[in-house]
């Protein structure tokens, strides 16, 4: 399997996934540390991919995802964003709602 297959299999095999620096409960920077707080505030179970033990998938991911920086939340396979945006939407409320319905459509099928 190569590694674009491995990364568009995590991702559509998990409804809420974060990959990040480090793990939860040992954040090796501190926007995955934010992004974590901010998803464990919203008490929903997350996967993660830790992307330094994963050096294929830091390089890789970001071609994939068109996005630069880490960490990256996707749910239902769509990218929801990075640190910024997932604080936005934590602060706004929307974060809880997008997590809240993680899931959902497949469970519907």
Do not use: H
């Not at 939860?24 to 993660?48: E, I, N, W």
């Amino acid at each position: 399997m190569s590694i674009e297959d491995t990364i568009k299999d995590q991702i559509s095999s998990n409804s809420i996934l974060l990959y990040m620096k480090g793990s939860p409960d040992q954040p090796q920077c501190g926007f995955s540390a934010q992004t974590v707080r901010c998803l464990m505030s919203c008490g929903k179970r997350f996967a993660y991919v830790d992307i330094l033990s994963n050096p294929e998938i830091r390089a890789t991911l970001p071609l994939i995802a068109n996005w630069p920086t880490f960490p990256q939340l996707y749910v239902d396979g769509e990218l929801i964003g990075g640190c910024d945006i997932v604080t936005d939407l934590f602060e706004s409320g929307e974060l809880q709602k997008v997590v809240d319905g993680a899931g959902q459509q497949a469970a519907a099928q």
